[in-house]
């Protein structure tokens, strides 16, 4: 870095410490706002997303699940990263005033249900502290706790306001089943057209299942699915002596459930009939699985009033089985007295492509869908060196949605996640070399297009302590409390100076900036529901503005964000009705320059938020 950024970036630095230090105290407990919880729409939430094994330990005595031996039985091993670490519901609860401090008004929990302990050949086996490989999908995983530590988990949340949004899944089960024609486990994908269901082992083998009419959307009814009677037309799956019964509902361990076709190579038609790495591909096209599920999944909005779901590897699944299942999970939200259920489905692309995300809004008809284009806009833009342009084009793509723009507005955003790695860790594997000061502020300003920008913004857990990890997977799992995994023990988080021990410092630069962002959202309809114009953008790195109109037409907010390290100066058009600009967040000009055009000036790698809202 050139010493002049480096004078500038220190400058800026110094501003944000002040801006911290003048935020308002932690929200307190209104009672009115907690009881008016279900009210609020999607669109107006804070989501915090955390996975139970890695946040807090509420209680030792459940670290190893209630399961007896070595950690292969158990899955509990704190120093291996593929370990379950011993986090659990009650260190949830523990920690809802970090919570509610920071801003959140929403926690997605990572899967609590029942997982296999551990799973992988010899040598090779990790654990299921992440919650996605299911067993049980009527009860708790008992490492984390029991239904009776979600339901005080729950209570407490809601009394305070904060929502409860649990992960889902639909598309596989723990790796049970396996095949005889691949004792090893490395069975490639076989297709419909080379391993047809009415034969045997292939187009050459004996006639099975005679009368089934293919899986199919014109075929999904139990009648056609009768003739489906032989599950051995790919390979020969079986389930294991001992494991008969290990899954729950009982009916999960026939598998005439399941696709049995292999491994997923992630194309084709592989891509929803394959095996995510051997987990075992429920038949989601099969009525019974479909019914199934709606059961297990409405149970549970029954028996917790949760708020919301998530909905893991939603793109594995026929569209068909959604389209279905979400109006059940709706309908039982609004029977349970939720009326504002949110659902939204994982469709994983590392592209600034909404079309491919949107295509699941408007066929598999999911409400939202976790926004991977912003997350992959802000790094390129942010972490990156591409201009700004790549975000208005991005947002050009709300059209594209079921319900287009509005409808966008309930997509969550976020630019970290569990399984791609965080913003700080893609900093420095965009910018070799790059110093902690200009990471941070980086991190801040990817936060702040999170915060300020359409959509519903999730923070990923430990962001907010300027955790970066190594990588994806579980280099970005990291524990929030004293780690006994030794590379967690030696990251040095961006913007403190220890390291190893817990990580719940609400002191930390990043945790009060991003509680003054979440403030400030929480406090401006426009920035939470308000439609969003691009008024600035270029090819090059630079500034990135939108206007926030307020719901009511009652004027704008204009967010500026320069993405460079040399401060910018520019004329941006606005709404012919705004006379008189305050400052949200840095030095706003008060005064147009002339009616309908602004004067911006923003920092390097800072930010604006100056509002004209609240008049007619
Ligand atoms: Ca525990
Ligand atoms: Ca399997
Ligand atoms: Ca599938």
């Known amino acids: 870095m050139k010493p002049r950024s480096a004078l500038l970036l220190c400058v800026a630095w110094t501003s944000l410490a002040a801006a911290a230090a003048g935020a308002a105290a932690p929200g307190s407990q209104d009672p009115a706002d907690a009881a008016s919880f279900r009210a609020r729409a999607p669109q107006d ?5 955390l996975l139970p094994d890695r946040f807090e330990n509420g209680d030792p005595r459940n670290d190893r699940g209630g399961l007896e031996g070595g950690r292969l039985a158990t899955g509990f091993d704190p120093t291996d990263k593929g370990f379950y670490h011993g986090g659990d519901l009650k260190g949830v609860l523990s920690r809802l005033d970090y919570l509610e401090s920071l801003g959140a008004t929403a926690v997605w929990l990572a899967p609590v249900f029942k997982n296999k302990p551990v799973q992988g050949r010899p040598g090779h086996e990790s654990a299921g502290y992440h919650g996605y490989w299911v067993t049980d999908f009527t009860r708790v995983d008992p490492h984390f706790g029991s239904e009776q530590d979600l339901h005080a988990l729950i209570k407490a949340a809601h009394a305070r306001g904060i929502k409860v949004y649990l992960d889902i899944i639909a598309n596989h089960t723990a790796d049970v089943i396996a095949y005889r024609e691949c004792p090893a486990g490395d069975c490639p994908y076989r297709s419909h057209a080379d391993y047809p269901y009415t034969r045997h082992g292939g187009i050459h083998g004996a006639p099975i299942n005679d009368g089934f009419l293919g899986d199919d959307a014109p075929h999904q009814t139990a009648e056609n699915f009768a003739h489906l009677t032989r599950s051995d037309y790919a390979y020969t799956p079986y389930v294991p002596r001992g494991a008969e019964h290990f899954k729950v509902p009982d009916w999960l361990n026939d598998p005439i459930y399941y696709h049995n076709r292999g491994h997923s190579t992630f194309s084709g038609e592989s891509s929803t009939f394959g095996d995510f790495s051997g987990l075992d591909d429920l038949m989601t096209e099969n009525p019974r699985v479909l019914q199934g599920f709606i ?4 149970g549970w909005i029954e028996r917790f009033r949760l708020d919301g779901f998530r909905i893991d590897t939603a ?3 026929d569209p068909e089985f959604w389209q279905q299942f979400v109006p059940a999970m709706l309908s039982a939200a609004r029977a349970a007295g939720i009326p504002n259920f949110h659902i939204f489905g994982e469709v994983s692309t590392t592209e600034v492509d909404p079309a491919l995300l949107a295509v699941h809004t408007r066929v598999d008809r999911l409400p ?4 991977f284009a912003f997350a992959a806009a802000v790094r390129q833009t942010v972490a990156g060196t591409a201009g700004t342009e790549v975000l208005a084009r991005l ?7 079921e319900g287009g723009a509005p409808a966008a507005q309930q997509l969550p955003t976020f630019v970290s996640n569990h399984d791609n790695g965080r913003f700080a860790y893609f900093l420095r594997q965009l910018r070799p070399g790059i110093s902690d000061e200009e990471a941070l502020r980086r991190v801040l300003l990817a936060h702040a297009m999170l915060f300020t920008l359409r959509g519903v913004p999730v923070v990923y857990y430990g962001d907010e302590q300027g955790l970066a990890g190594l990588g994806g997977d579980q280099d970005a799992r990291q524990d929030m409390f004293a780690s006994g995994v030794p590379s967690y023990r030696a990251e040095q988080p961006l913007g403190s100076r220890s390291s190893g021990g817990s990580h719940f410092d609400r002191e930390h630069p ?4 991003i509680a003054e962002l979440a403030r400030l959202r929480s406090a401006q ?3 939470r529901r308000g439609r969003q114009v691009v008024r600035s953008a270029g090819a090059a790195p630079g500034l990135f503005a939108v206007s926030r109109m307020d719901p009511e037409e009652r004027g704008e907010v204009v967010v500026a964000f320069n993405t460079s390290t040399t401060a910018v100066s520019a004329q941006v058009t606005v709404a012919a009705g705004s006379r008189r600009f305050v400052a949200l967040h840095g030095r706003c000009e008060t005064q147009l320059s002339a009616p309908g055009s602004y004067h911006l000036e923003v920092g390097p790698l800072d930010y604006l938020v100056c509002s004209a809202a609240g008049e007619p």
């Open 45 to 49: 939430e804070i989501i915090y997303f």
């Open 295 to 298: 059961e297990i999944y409405a």
């Open 315 to 317: 793109k594995h699944v």
């Open 368 to 371: 939202a869908v976790l926004d």
């Open 395 to 401: 947002f050009e793509g709300d059209a594209l949605y």
């Open 510 to 513: 990043l945790y009060r900036a």
């Open 525 to 527: 309809p426009a920035l």
